[in-house]
């Protein structure tokens, strides 16, 4: 991912995002998001609805006593892998685990270039997902 939407996503998410800069023997969040542009609003979308989730879980359960609260979502390593996204990360709760699920299925059909509808591909070396403009060509 190009640096300006890395830095978006770091500045909007700060707490999701805390080790981006960390020390690799602690995260590998400190190697920046290793997928395509074309994929940066499903995981802008993925993290949004994280943290609207922790915090509501959050307040739901200091205000009114309810609930076991969430704890934080942080990030370890955001990826492609065998075409897929691969969003790893600490915390959370079942409900995160099934946004986390539902942002990698939303990706294996968006073109990691560009962000239109793609599909998965193989070209014998490499599992991706393209659009057919940015299918890669034998």
Known sequence: MNSELDKKLVEKYP???????????????????????????????LCGQIQHHIDWAQEKKEKYGQGEGCSQVVAVQVKEKFGGLRFYYDGGDNMIDGMVRMAESWAVNTCEVCGERG???????????????????K
């Open 15 to 45: 707490k999701i995002f805390r080790d981006r800069f960390s020390n690799p023997k602690e995260t590998l969040m400190c190697w920046g998001f290793d997928v395509g542009d074309g994929w940066y609003k499903i995981i802008d979308s």
């Open 119 to 137: 599909e998965l591909r193989n070209d014998h070396t490499w599992m991706y997902t393209a659009c057919d403009n940015h299918e890669r060509k």
